[in-house]
Structures are given as C-alpha cells and as structure tokens.
C-alpha cells in the first residue's frame, strides 16, 4: 500500500507505511489537518473555476458558430462589439474553389432592447440573427426551432438568460426596441459578463427591429463559412484573404477563439483577480501544511530520534515525512475536490455561469496541492535531520 | 488569567510566531477577499464619485450608470427653475468607434456629452481645460484608458465614428464600467458625433441644490416637478441602488460572496489550528490547573485570551500588507481596490469572530482535560 514498500531493496528496511500510521495514529488531529488544507484547496478550486467560466462564457458564442473559417472587420478588437459588413461581401467568398457555404451571420451587441413581457421594464440584450435556410449555428435547440423564424417579427429567447429579463416565462410574445415580436422557441445559452440575456431571430426580422420594415438592410457582423470535404484550410484562408477587401480577415475557428482569449486575458480584470486568489489560496494552504509538518515533527521527534539510533538513514526519514504531507494533501484534496463539483453545480445555476470541473482544473488543483504540502514539509523537515538522538533523551 | 495566556504564548517564541504569521495570512486572506467584492460596485460608482451633485435626475428606465435610459431635456430645464435649485446639468452618453487603435483595431470610445461652463466635474483637470473643451470637435481623453486605444498625445487627430476629432489633453477619472476607454466632449461637439441623438435625450441630470437645503426634502418637490417617465435619487438612495445592481443582478455578488465565505473558513481553520495546537501542547499544565482548583471557566477564558492575543496581534501587520496589496491591485487591474473604514471594522469583525468559533473548538479537547489521565 505504501510507496515505501513498492521500492525493492528498501522494502527490506521498512516494512512498516510508517507515513501512513502516523497519518491514521490520531483520527481527530487527520479530521483537523485535512479540514484546513481541504479549504485551503476549496478556495483555489473555487478561483480555478470562475477564472475558466469567465473565458468559457466568453467563448460559449464562437464555439457554438457552425463553420471552419470566419470572416470579420479587419478592425475588430474584439469578437463581440459592433463593425458590420456587407452581406454581399460573401458572393466573392463562394466563388472560391474550396467553399462548401459562406452564411450571414447577424448580431448586435448595443442597439437592441428587450421589454420584459412581465414588468414592462427595458433592458439591453444581445441579438444574433441568420437566414432560417442558412443556419449558421451548431446548437441543436435553435436549429430545432429555426423553421419558426421564417415568420415575420418572430424570435427565439434564452431562457438561461437572466431572470429579471423575463425569457424564462412562456410569454407569448413581447418588444424588441418597441416592435411586438412573437416568442416562437427557447434555447438555453446563459449569459456572458457582458450581456444578460440573448435573442435569435431571422436576418428578416432583424432588419425590421433594428430599422423599421422601410430601413436598409443591417450589415453582417461575420461570415460563417464550411469547408467542402477535403479542402485544405490553410489554402482556402489564404484564398479568401487574397480575394476579399483588405478591411476584412479571415480567421480559423481556433485562430477566432485565441483571438477573442487574448483580449479578454489582456484587458478584462478577470484574469490577474482569479490569479490573486489562486495565489492567496495556495500560501494558506502551505502554511497550514506547515503548521501541520512542523507540529507533528515536534511530536513524533523522540520516535524519529529513536529510530535514526537504531541506524535508519536521515534520508528514509525524511521520506516518509515527506511521504506524510503528501498524504496529508491528498486527505485535503479529496473531499475538497468532491465538494466543488457541488459548489460549481450550484453557483453555476445561480449565477448562470458555465462553471463546470475539467481535467485541467483537477491536475492543476492536484499539482498545486501536492507542491503545497511538500514544499512547506521540505522547509519543516530541517528539524528531523538535525535530531540527534542523544539529546531527545 | 491575561498574564498566562500570555506567558503560554511567549514560552515557545519560534511556535508563537508560527501562529501569528498563521494568523496574519488567514486575515490577509479576507482582506483581500472583501476588496475585491466591494471592488465592482465601487467601480460602477466612480463616475459619480467625480461629479457634484446633490440628486439625480434620470429616466425610469434607469438600470445602473453605464445603461442609463435616456429623458427629454425640457424635464432638467423644468427642474433648475426651481428656486431650490443651483445647479442642474445634462450628461450625454454615446458609444463610438475610435478608428486610430494600436495594430489597426477599432475599439470603443465611450464619449460624455456635457456643458464645458457647467461646474459639475470634480477633478481640477477638466476645469482647467474648459477652453480646450470648449473648441469645436476636440475632446479630453480619460489618461486611464487603455493601451489598445494608441497614443493618446495632445494634438492628435482621429477619426471617431464618421468624424475627426482632435485630443485637447487628458484628465483621471478612471473608466470604471463605461468601457475600455472614456472621453469628455461639448454638448455641441457631441450633437455633432452623435447626430441621431438630438439634445432632447439627456441620460443623467445631476443636480446641485443651493446651499441648506435638505436633499431628501427637495427631491421630493422636484420629483412633482419633473414628472412621469423620470425618477430622483439622492446620492445615498443611488449609492444603494448601484451596490444592489452589482450585487444582486451580475455574478458578482455570488462569485466574490462565496470566495468571501470561503477565506472566512479558512481563516478559522488556521486559527482552530493555532489555538488547538497550543491547548494541546500545554494539556499537562492545564490538567494540573484543574487539579489545584481552577475551574473549566478560568480554562476557558485564558484559552479565549490565547486567541484574541494572536487576532490583535496578528491583525496589525495584515491590515499594513492589505493596504499595500490593494494598491497593487489597483494598479494591475484597474479595479477601485480601496482600503475604507468600513473594510477595516468588517475584517476585525470577522478575525474576532473567527478566533471566537476556534476557541469554542478548541475548549471541547480542552474540557476532556483529565488530572488523572494526563500523568
């Protein structure tokens, strides 16, 4: 069971998981030991998963688009604010051997203004609009439900939007910048720390609620464009680029998503603030751990001393009170690891946040853990090896 | 009973400052934590912490400072005859793209619309630099905007939106949720850049009444006076309604809420360690106490005293590395990270309430304490 016995030669010697008996020797001291690194870890877990919601929220938009290259203002810093073109831009795009489709996509991030159908009050949403024949999205719930929006002034609502906006009601129908539009469907989307709430709609509709049915017709925000099979997308990037006008790029799906992670790393706060508290989090936790080792060292010293006179090496015992705190991070790890797939369910409902626990976050909660627990355990293990046998007794 | 919880704590020096270091991270830890979750809020109210102004006027659909609504100017100007009233300015707010970034980007520029003769901004900076506003189509640009927005020198031209406009110079302000970048204009230059928007649609009206009236009272009259389809606040009813707003309606309030809670355990758990540690240690001493007659209350109270020592002490230096941790923060996030009384009260709250609930938990080993068992 223990590492100690795995090693051949050593086995020998030691028998005995001494790190696992002094770990089990006190079942209220192990409680208390892995009730601090447990919350310790808790903390960081908490700060690794909003930091991943943030980008993830941030994301969930782009990641949802169905195409393999995209096309946007050359001048945008960002994914999600204004710069349209014109739809026509596209006619040159299809004429590129390689092209499969090259689809409008519609959105709006200022201009459109939901009337909650319960309140009556007002709010800013976001809009994202399409050809129903042309779908540009992979979210099944909205292709599901996009042959309703070939109707005029009809919408599809998010009902994980937030509650105050009222989409989460089944209300018939409501006004988007004072146009009475017909609720047709739902999909459930969330919201971003930009928007609180997003309606899909008809490139049709769009039109009509942004500039009345007599407006001209709104530019495109991208253009979603899908490969035919085995067409090479370097190729075809490079094509597109050469073809278009220069205000327009053309970015992969991956080049999309780094872009649109760059920005929100560089100049959201959200990046260095879930930093502060990983950080915070993880020199708790070494102190804790500290406090732990250098306490249980103190007590265990006389048995420590005890078997270094009976010609154990420094180094074994050194082992296993390094052995001990990585067991003791583990007692933490364990039950805090289990307690923020919980937390993450339930602050990810209430906050309407796509917190959830990945292979990412529980490595590199697993390694801050272990690092945590052995390096303050190095720094209070300096007293084992000094023990001298002669003066304990 | 004061006298030996401090002779147990200064007995073992090295074991002592353990705990208090133990302490002070479990106190820098809620610091840290309650700044940055008053932080948001008190970023959505930096543009009001720089204006002057006794009540608000605004729209009823007014959501919080950066989605304000908008209302007809003929509301304001009904507002200022009033003999209560002072002063009484319109704020324009508009979104443009500023076509100059840093490698070709369009960011957003979010342009204020005001009277350059109105009193109504706090910092000297922009007074000063009346003359400058006052030229048609030149602008002051907030110095905190960011990077991506390029030089910002004085005399450089850019187009914004479909015009050029020209930076008259800077001020500090900060650009709290308006956006990545915020600059003040003339009411007439901002008409010019926002020509869709006609004066008619005002989005704030700050008002400054005349001296010795009673803000609340006056509102009150001035709410008759501006009539439908507008509210009134005082600044301490807006102070509130953006803290509700930030708290209640964006994750803020749950994301900085449960790291609050969480330190606060934590912090427990440090100092249940700290004090649990130090009872057991002096178990013997404290079963020879029992046994010559001192009773569980005397335990009690010197092991309450053991941990109110290690809060006090451990208390001062964390608020010193706060205060210094805040203003890092500040300047690396840009967030209003400010050390206030109130922050102050609330952590010693919390430290004193945290060595409270580890004393109580660390008395249950201590009640065990049996003369008998322990030699």
């Known amino acids: ?393 | 009973m004061v006298s030996l919880a401090w002779r147990i704590l200064t007995h073992r020096k090295g074991r002592t400052l353990l705990a208090l270091v133990g302490m002070f991270m479990a106190i820098l830890l809620v610091f840290i934590q309650l700044g940055l979750f008053y932080a948001v809020p008190q970023g959505g109210m930096l543009l009001y912490d720089n204006l002057r102004f006794d009540l608000l006027l605004v729209s009823d659909q007014y959501e919080y400072q950066a989605q304000p609504g908008a209302f007809p100017l003929g509301r304001l100007d009904r507002v200022r005859a009033s003999p209560e009233v002072a002063a009484a300015t319109a704020l324009y707010f508009g979104v443009a793209k500023w076509k100059g970034g840093a490698g070709g980007a369009w960011p957003d520029l979010f342009v204020i619309g005001v009277d350059p003769k109105s009193r109504v901004f706090l910092p000297r900076s922009i007074e000063r630099q009346r003359a400058a506003l006052e030229r048609p189509d030149t602008i002051l640009v907030d110095s905190a905007s960011r990077s991506i927005f390029g030089p910002l020198d004085t005399g450089r031209v850019v187009d914004l939106g479909d015009r050029a406009v020209t930076i008259g110079g800077h001020y500090r302000l900060g650009t709290g949720f308006m956006g990545l970048g915020v600059a003040l204009a003339s009411t007439a230059s901002f008409g010019r850049l926002f020509p869709g928007r006609g004066p008619g649609q005002v989005n704030l009206g700050p008002i400054e009444l005349k001296p010795g009236i009673d803000p609340a009272a006056a509102a009150a009259t001035l709410r008759r006076l501006a009539g439908p389809g507008t509210q009134i606040f005082t600044r301490a009813a807006l102070a509130d309604h953006e803290e509700t707003y930030w708290t209640t309606r964006t994750s803020v309030g749950l994301i900085f809420g449960s790291g609050l809670l969480i330190s606060i355990v934590v912090g427990i758990m440090v100092v249940y360690q700290i004090v649990s540690t130090q009872v057991n240690r002096q178990m013997p001493q404290f079963a020879t106490l029992k046994a010559i007659g001192y009773g569980d209350g005397a335990l009690a109270a010197t092991v309450a005293t053991m941990s109110l020592l290690i809060v006090a002490a451990g208390f001062v230096p964390a608020l010193g590395a706060a205060a210094w941790l805040y203003r890092l923060i500040q300047q690396r996030t840009m967030l209003p990270v400010t050390m206030t009384l109130g922050h102050v009260a609330a952590v010693l709250g919390a430290a004193l309430g945290m060595a409270a609930v580890s004393a109580l938990l660390a008395l249950g080993g201590l009640r065990r304490a049996d003369p008998a068992d322990v030699f």
């Open chain 1, 1 to 393: 069971m223990s590492i100690a016995t795995s090693l051949p030669g050593r086995a020998a010697l030691h028998p005995v998981p001494l790190a696992w008996r002094n770990l089990t020797a006190n079942k209220r001291r192990l409680l208390r030991s892995s009730g601090g690194i447990g919350f310790a870890v808790l903390l960081m877990l908490m700060q690794l998963g909003f930091e991943r919601a943030f980008f993830d929220s941030s994301l969930m938009v782009i990641r949802g688009l169905d195409g393999d290259l995209f096309v946007q203002s050359a001048h945008k810093y960002q994914f999600a604010t204004q710069d349209p073109f014109p739809a026509a831009e596209l006619d040159a795009a299809r004429q590129i051997p390689g092209v499969a489709s090259a689809r409008p996509f519609y959105a709006d991030w200022f201009d459109m203004f939901w009337k909650n159908p319960a309140d009556g009050k007002i709010f800013l949403i976001r809009a994202f609009a399409f050809d129903p024949d042309q779908p540009v999205f992979s979210f099944a719930q909205i292709n599901a439900e996009r042959g309703r929006l070939k109707s005029p002034d009809t919408v599809l609502v998010d009902r994980r939007g937030r509650p105050f906006l009222g989409m989460d009601r089944t209300a018939g129908q409501s006004q988007l910048n004072g146009v009475t539009v017909k609720i047709v469907g739902n999909f459930a989307l969330g919201p971003d720390f930009m928007s609180d709430g997003t309606v899909v709609m008809s490139a049709r509709t769009f039109a009509d609620v942004l500039h009345g049915a007599a407006g001209n017709p709104p530019g495109i925000e991208a253009g979603v464009i899908k490969l035919a099979p085995g067409a090479d997308p370097a190729r075809v990037q490079a094509a597109l680029k050469k073809t278009l006008p220069v205000g327009l790029s053309v970015m992969t799906k991956d080049q999309l998503i780094a872009f649109e992670r760059k920005f929100q790393a560089e100049v959201s706060s959200a990046g260095p603030i879930f930093a502060i508290g990983t950080v915070v989090g993880f020199v708790v936790g070494m102190l804790i751990s500290y406090q732990i080792t250098y306490t249980d060292v103190a007590d265990q010293l006389p048995q420590y001393a005890t078997l270094k006179a009976i010609g154990y090496p420094t180094l074994f015992l050194l082992r296993v009170v390094l052995e001990q705190a990585a067991l003791n991070g583990l007692a933490g790890w364990v039950p805090a690891w289990l307690a923020s797939i919980l937390l993450f369910r339930v602050i990810g409902e209430l906050a309407l946040l796509p917190m959830r626990m990945s292979l990412g976050i529980t490595l590199l909660s697993l390694g801050l853990t272990l690092g945590m627990c052995l390096i303050s355990a190095a720094i209070a293990v300096r007293r084992v090896v000094a023990a001298d046998p002669a003066e304990v007794f």
